[in-house]
Each structure stands twice: as C-alpha cells, then as structure tokens.
C-alpha cells in the first residue's frame, strides 16, 4: 500500500510558478516509481511528468522545459516546478505511483491549479 498526499496547487497568473509536493508513505520510498499526471476540464487525464527509481525522467511535450521533477528520497516527497505557466496547464493534478516490479497503481487526490491569464 501507498499512500499520496499532494499540496501545493493554487491560482497563479500567466508567467507565473508553482511548485507541488506530493508526500508518499507506506513503502519504501526509493522503489517507488512517481509521476505527475493532470486533467483538465473534458479531457483526458495526461502524464505531465515521470521519474524511475533511478532519477530517468520524462516528459509531456507541452511542459518540456518549463517544469522539472524532483524527488527526495529522505523526504518521501516528489515536487513538481512548474514555471511560465500557461492557461492550457490549468487542471487537476494528481500525483501517481507505482512500486517497481509491481503493476498496482496508487493515485493522490489531486490539488486544482488555475492560470489565469
């Protein structure tokens, strides 16, 4: 079992950034492979951003270069930095994760962000 706590999301203008956290427990951390998925308003839900256990990243296109995931491992946290945000990058965010070697799939509750613009 994991557990996902998400914090962070808010209303922000057009330009500006936010940062997400998403605090894991229940397992060991370091196995765990997290993400950061959105979705906006009759849309489908997205993958914005993904780290492995090895610190590989990657991400959606349309964030490429504007946000970056982090995570700490003593922390039990992965962030979200998202800068020069956008109108079309206002959605729910949820924060996923996966153990290694596992396929079962632990969701947050996600936080709201809004850009204004």
């Known amino acids: 079992q994991v557990q996902l706590v998400e914090s962070g999301g808010g209303v922000v203008q057009a330009g500006g950034s936010l940062r997400l956290s998403c605090a894991a427990s229940g397992n060991t951390f370091s196995s765990i492979v997290m993400a950061w998925y959105r979705q906006a308003p009759g849309k489908q839900r997205e993958m914005v951003a993904r780290m492995d256990v090895s610190g590989y990243t990657n991400y959606a296109d349309s964030v490429k270069g504007r946000f970056t995931i982090s995570r700490d491992n003593a922390e039990n946290t992965v962030y979200l930095q998202m800068n020069s945000l956008k109108p079309e990058d206002t959605a729910v965010y949820y924060c996923?994760?996966?153990?290694?070697?596992?396929?079962?799939?632990?969701w947050g509750q996600g936080t709201q962000v809004t850009v204004s613009s």
């Open positions: 996923h994760a996966r153990v290694l070697g596992l396929t079962r799939d632990y």
